[in-house]
């Protein structure tokens, strides 16, 4: 499975962004997805999963009732919608691909990563 993120850049604390995610080469309706983000100097850390269904959604709790994923299973992609963002927000983001049917927040479960795109948010 390759997965290409994009939708990534630029924005003032409290704007929005929306990140998407587009698989191809799998079956992308087997897979649980996954967003992370990594910020300079720092672990890659979980920020939002999606099952396959799209039924069951963990996210982290430094963004929960600011981001939204989803997906779309017709279209193989994923989405995180990103509102009220904040400076620590910044990161490179990362989507992931997991064999397994509910979204887990262990990097270890995702077998397949996309490249990464930026998010920059300013104070």
């Known amino acids: 499975v390759q997965l290409q993120a994009s939708g990534g850049g630029l924005v003032q604390a409290g704007g929005s962004l929306r990140l998407s995610c587009a698989a191809s080469?799998?079956?992308?309706?087997?897979?649980?997805m996954g967003w992370f983000r990594q910020g300079p100097g720092k672990e890659r850390d979980f920020v939002a999963g999606i099952s396959r269904s799209g039924l069951s959604t963990p996210y982290a709790d430094s963004v929960k009732g600011r981001f939204t994923i989803s997906r779309d299973n017709g279209e193989n992609t994923v989405h995180l919608q990103m509102n009220s963002l904040k400076p620590e927000d910044t990161a490179a983001y990362f989507c992931?691909?997991?064999?397994?049917?509910?979204?887990?927040?262990?990097?270890?479960?995702?077998?397949?990563w996309g490249q990464g795109t930026e998010v920059t948010v300013s104070s």
């Open positions: 992931a691909a997991s064999p397994r049917n509910i979204a887990t927040m262990s990097k270890r479960e995702y077998d397949y």
């Open positions: 080469g799998g079956s992308f309706s087997n897979y649980a």
